[in-house]
């Protein structure tokens, strides 16, 4: 089962709205195979509602549903991320280099003054 | 390097789907890029129709088919009563090259263990590694190729090998063959042309002239337009030389995750399109 192609169903699917099997494909070029077996994975924990070639997220999940939903993307491989993760790396400072920290960032209760 | 999956219509998705259903091997990670790639590729229902066709009738066999034939292959073995003290098991590869013969050969191995007295001492990639022990007076000779398609490779190598023998005064060695796999003319050629045995569990028949009668012209020439869309030349290959399967075979076989044969119609395997751009293959083979 790939991490990826159940995260893309499940993107899909926030919305809450009914979508087709082929918009998986003509989206992010799953191919027939990948979204069977992603659809069949989140639609046997119930994650999804799964009519022949509609799909929609089920309604009230649960904690140990999301749970679930978690435990299978979060080991995903970034393969295809893998570059764009790259460029974010190179823009990176090194760790030895000075900066402002910007202190709106910090929740003011923790600021002293 | 990262091939990506083509986009297909919305038709051809959901009739690519129902084909995976009919077909389950087709319905695997290993030729689903493959086939929606392929689709890209046909223009028109009539070549549609034509490659469904084809898939319907190709052979495909997954590790247990195979593990079954290995099976067959050995039980024959026993049929024959051949004795472990008198015969050798000879792959037809070329010297060092590691080919389907010799894998195939790998993976009776384990087989052949149920085979009182055998060991893998008995076993040989190549005709040359075997003669000594054929010098040394061994009478049967079993020789293994993976797949047999025309039959005129393993017809020249055996009167090459038996002429060799001859220079060498050996005689009253008796030859079989053994195989996974084997086109119908293949035995035939085979038959005409050499008096011995030959064991295949599977045969096939030639993909478009076996099973259509007054139409077989009209979908070879199909099949020959569509490989007019493949590049002319690829690695000192050219594919006029494999229009329709190597010498024209018109083979449908493939074993999950091994090297397709060049006996397999092009349009499932040539690496190129018209122009040089790579294509993502139904099925792969590495020259």
């Known amino acids: 089962m790939n991490p990826i192609s159940i995260k893309l169903v499940f993107d899909l699917a926030t919305d809450k709205e009914e979508h087709e099997l082929y918009e998986l494909h003509k989206k992010y070029r799953l191919t027939p195979t990948e979204i069977k077996e992603a659809v069949a994975f989140l639609s046997e924990q119930k994650v999804i509602d799964h009519n022949g070639r509609f799909f929609k997220l089920s309604k009230n999940l649960t904690g140990s549903q999301l749970s679930v939903i978690y435990n299978a993307i979060v080991a995903r491989s970034l393969e295809l991320d893998k570059l764009e993760i790259q460029k974010i790396i190179d823009k990176a400072k090194p760790t030895t280099e000075l900066y402002k920290p910007n202190l709106e960032i910090i929740d003011e209760t923790l600021r002293l003054d | ?287």
């Open chain 2, 1 to 287: 390097m990262f091939i990506k999956t083509e986009i297909t219509s919305e038709d051809d998705f959901y009739s690519l789907d129902s084909l995976s259903k009919e077909l389950p091997w087709l319905d695997d990670r290993e030729y689903q890029s493959g086939i929606l790639a392929l689709w890209e590729e046909l223009k028109d229902d009539e070549s549609k129709k034509l490659v469904i066709d084809l898939l319907k009738r190709l052979k495909h066999l997954n590790d247990k088919c195979m593990n079954n034939n290995a099976y067959k292959i050995v039980d024959k073995i026993k049929e024959w009563e051949i004795k472990a003290d008198n015969v050798v098991l000879v792959a037809t590869s070329d010297g060092d090259e590691i080919d389907g013969s010799v894998a195939g050969l790998q993976f009776l191995k384990n087989k052949l263990a149920t085979l009182e007295g055998w060991s893998e001492k008995l076993l040989f990639s190549n005709f040359e590694a075997a003669l000594d022990d054929i010098k040394r007076g061994i009478t049967e000779v079993l020789i293994f190729d993976d797949f047999i398609g025309s039959g005129k490779t393993m017809v020249n190598k055996l009167e090459v090998f038996k002429s060799k023998l001859n220079e060498s005064d050996i005689e009253g060695v008796h030859f079989r063959i053994l195989g996974f796999a084997a086109m119908e003319h293949g035995i035939q050629h085979i038959n005409d042309n050499l008096d011995l045995s030959i064991f295949c569990p599977v045969t096939l028949k030639k993909g478009i002239s076996d099973y259509e009668a007054e139409e077989a012209d009209e979908y070879k020439s199909l099949m020959v337009g569509l490989e007019s869309n493949l590049q002319k030349k690829y690695e000192g290959l050219k594919i006029k030389d494999f229009s329709l399967g190597y010498k024209e075979s018109e083979t449908l076989y493939q074993v999950y995750g091994n090297n397709c044969s060049n006996n397999v119609f092009p349009l499932f395997w040539w690496p190129k399109k018209k122009g040089g751009k790579p294509r993502n293959t139904l099925f792969r083979r590495l020259r």
